[in-house]
Nanobody, 127 residues
Framework: QVQLVESGGGLVQAGGSLRLSCAAS????????MGWFRQAPGKEREFVAA????????YYADSVKGRFTISRDNAKNTVYLKISSLKAEDTAVYYC????????????????????WGQGTQVTVSS
């Protein structure tokens, strides 16, 4: 089992940037594909970004493509989400998630594929 702890959220003005971090512990981090999801008030959880085990392959939701960047540092057991050009509609609780990856290029974009989740970090964008 892997434990995940997000950090880096906060209140930011529209157009600003934040870097979210997700620290993993408990298992070999490099065996897991990672994902970021978010849930806004009154809305369902949605996929944001995913990354494979090595970090060489990434995938983004269309709504964040070009503004968000997912990356990972396997030596530090951490996955990051750099969020830029923030908009009011980016306001949400952001969650990281982990799934054991059977191959190096494998990743997932559906939340139900991820068995391990962090507690979330709030991002609030003021306009």
């Amino acid at each position: 089992q892997v434990q995940l702890v997000e950090s880096g959220g906060g209140l930011v003005q529209a157009g600003g940037s934040l870097r979210l971090s997700c620290a993993a512990s408990g298992r070999t981090f490099s065996n897991y594909a990672m994902g970021w999801f978010r849930q806004a008030p009154g809305k369902e959880r949605e996929f944001v970004a995913a990354i494979n085990r090595s970090g060489g392959r990434t995938y983004y939701a269309d709504s964040v493509k070009g503004r968000f960047t997912i990356s990972r540092d396997n030596a530090k057991n951490t996955v990051y989400l750099k969020i830029s050009s923030l908009k009011a509609e980016d306001t949400a609780v952001y969650y990281c998630a982990a799934v054991p990856a059977p191959s190096a290029t494998w990743y997932r974009t559906e939340g139900y594929d991820y068995p391990y989740w962090g507690q979330g970090t709030q991002v609030t964008v003021s306009s």
